[in-house]
């Protein structure tokens, strides 16, 4: 079974304080690893998809990266406007190879 | 473009009572949907994936005959929740993929919230 675990649960930064979110995974056979941002009362919203370990995707002051075991989702010089809470989710090749199997997620609060 | 719409964005049912959940994807045609359930401080639990003209394929533990999926076109999915209870009350959020299931991305609703009283 997929697994996916997600720290801190909680973080919160000074605005311009960099700091990374951490998302480790277990998965038969990774097709893609997603980040989403979901803010609340909302529904998530498509961040980046890394598909091999090596991999580094970048937006604004975000930049995720791929470990076979690991994916960082790093924030730069963070604004309050990059509060929210930030999921982190695998895609496997075994048997059912379209679920996405998401961890808890981490919220972050960013204060000015 | 990859806009995915929920109606209604919040319900409130009386217990044994069904209430419908529209989700529909604006600008693309969705080939699969997804309906999940979100408790607060939880994460997304995927209950059912459906394609279009097809049965949906529900999760271990999900009810398919509470939790009704219907995909009639490439841009429409529905949930209907059956004689819903207090403990059915979650955030229901649906999802659409552009390509191939197994290797498209997912594109998220603004989720419903309902309550049952």
């Known amino acids: 079974e997929d697994q996916v675990t997600q720290s801190p649960e909680a973080l919160r930064l000074q605005e311009g304080e960099s700091s990374s979110l951490n998302c480790s995974y277990t998965?038969?056979?990774?097709?893609?690893l997603f980040w989403y941002r979901q803010d609340p009362g909302k529904g998530p919203e498509f961040l980046f998809t890394?598909?091999?370990a090596g991999e580094e995707k970048e937006k604004e002051r975000l930049k995720a990266t791929l470990t076979k075991k690991e994916s960082f989702l790093h924030i730069t010089a963070p604004k309050p406007e990059d509060s929210a809470t930030y999921l982190c989710?695998?895609?496997?090749?075994?048997?059912?190879?379209?679920?996405?199997?998401f961890g808890k997620g981490t919220l972050l609060t960013v204060n000015p | 473009g990859a806009v995915v719409s929920q109606h209604p964005s919040w319900v409130i049912c009386k217990s044994g009572t069904s209430v419908k959940i529209e989700c529909r994807s604006l600008?693309?045609?969705?080939?699969?949907m997804f309906w999940y359930r979100q408790f607060p401080k939880q994460s997304l639990m995927l209950m059912a994936t459906?394609?279009?003209?097809?049965?949906?394929?529900?999760e271990q533990g999900v009810e398919k005959d509470k939790f009704l999926i219907n995909h009639a076109s490439l841009t429409l999915s529905t949930l209907t929740v059956t004689s819903a209870h207090p403990e059915d009350s979650s955030f229901y959020i649906c999802?659409?993929?552009?390509?191939?299931?197994?290797?498209?991305?997912?594109?998220f609703g603004p989720g419903t919230r309902l309550t049952v009283t």
């Open positions: 999802s659409a993929s552009q390509g191939l299931a197994a290797f498209g991305e997912q594109y």
């Open positions: 998965v038969s056979g990774l097709r893609g």
């Open positions: 890394l598909y091999s």
């Open positions: 989710a695998v895609q496997g090749g075994g048997g059912s190879n379209y679920k996405l199997t």
């Open positions: 600008d693309f045609q969705a080939t699969t």
């Open positions: 459906s394609n279009e003209g097809s049965k949906a394929t529900y």
